[in-house]
């Protein structure tokens, strides 16, 4: 059986090789100590940094999903609405809702007329409907 070599000493049992002088740390007992460095208040700042990114992008995504769904409930509902006649891209149209008809759309302004005003939308050439300040 082979004598064991003291902790301090580097031996390579394997090669049967000393190969201290290989080795990327030092290995004497009088070597200063290693000790990993604390990378918490680094990974504090990444997260809180990353947490930001993702919450704003987040926000992004939720506002631009609501309008997409505000654009087809619009959308929705002019199509759904009465109308004798094929719209033209680009003019603006109002919507209004009355006790006999429900909803219809025209080219009559809410300030010509006394219907129950819903809002002003225009066609654009994609033919969806999207509402107008007018």
Request: hydrophobic residues 35%.
């Amino acid at each position: 059986m082979a004598k064991k070599k003291p902790d301090q000493v580097v031996f390579d049992e394997k090669d049967e090789k000393y190969n201290a002088h290989i080795l990327p740390y030092a290995t004497n007992t009088g070597a200063p100590k290693i000790e990993a460095t604390d990378v918490t208040a680094w990974k504090n700042s990444n997260i809180s940094k990353v947490n930001h990114q993702i919450k704003t992008k987040f926000e992004a995504l939720k506002k631009e999903y609501q309008n997409l769904m505000e654009q087809y409930e619009y959308n929705n509902l002019i199509y759904q609405a009465n109308y004798s006649f094929e719209p033209i891209v680009g003019q603006v149209y109002f919507l209004y809702e009355s006790d006999k008809k429900g909803l219809f759309l025209s080219i009559i302004s809410p300030e010509e007329c006394n219907f129950n005003f819903k809002g002003s939308f225009q066609l654009n050439e994609d033919k969806m409907w999207v509402k107008v300040e007018v």
